[in-house]
């Protein structure tokens, strides 16, 4: 078997730019007053966490530096040199493994189907965003 080959330069624009997307996708601009009126979380409490809780962001920011290391090594095994290809690889992950794993927390919680879209969508579209990145940039 060949070697399999991590861009570090790709790996951390795909993470920087899942980040990024995160911050446009929850913010006022987007789905934040939805996701929160979805949550049952009143606005003060976010914006408190938003601003005291390094720590989950830190986690958040690592969580999407070693998903994007991984997909790195999933395109390189799988041989995939564009960013088409690197699209499709986002969507299969996704389908596969983020939306049937959050699907099924979704139905043993409290979430609301809304909340649980919204999510689901903002996987989606850093999945595809990573894989781009990472397809393109081999």
Request: net charge positive; charged share 10%.
């Given at each position: 078997m060949d070697a399999l080959?991590?861009?570090i330069f790709?790996?951390?624009a795909a993470a920087?730019?899942?980040l990024l997307l995160g911050v446009l996708w929850y913010s006022p601009v987007l789905f934040?007053?939805?996701w929160?009126?979805?949550h049952g979380f009143a606005e003060g409490r976010i914006l408190d966490f938003r601003r005291t809780n390094a720590r989950a962001h830190t986690v958040t920011a690592l969580c999407y530096v070693v998903m994007a290391?991984?997909?790195s090594l999933l395109i390189s095994y799988t041989g995939v040199t564009s960013a088409a290809g690197g699209l499709w690889l986002g969507f299969v992950v996704w389908l596969g493994f983020a939306f049937t794993i959050g699907l099924a927390g979704?139905?043993?919680s409290e979430k609301t189907v809304s909340s649980f879209l919204i999510d689901a969508s903002y996987q989606l579209a850093y999945l595809l965003l990573m894989g781009?990145?990472?397809g393109s940039w081999r």
């Open positions: 080959e991590i861009n790709a790996v951390v920087v730019s899942a934040r007053s939805v929160i009126k979805m290391i991984m997909f979704s139905i043993f781009a990145i990472l």
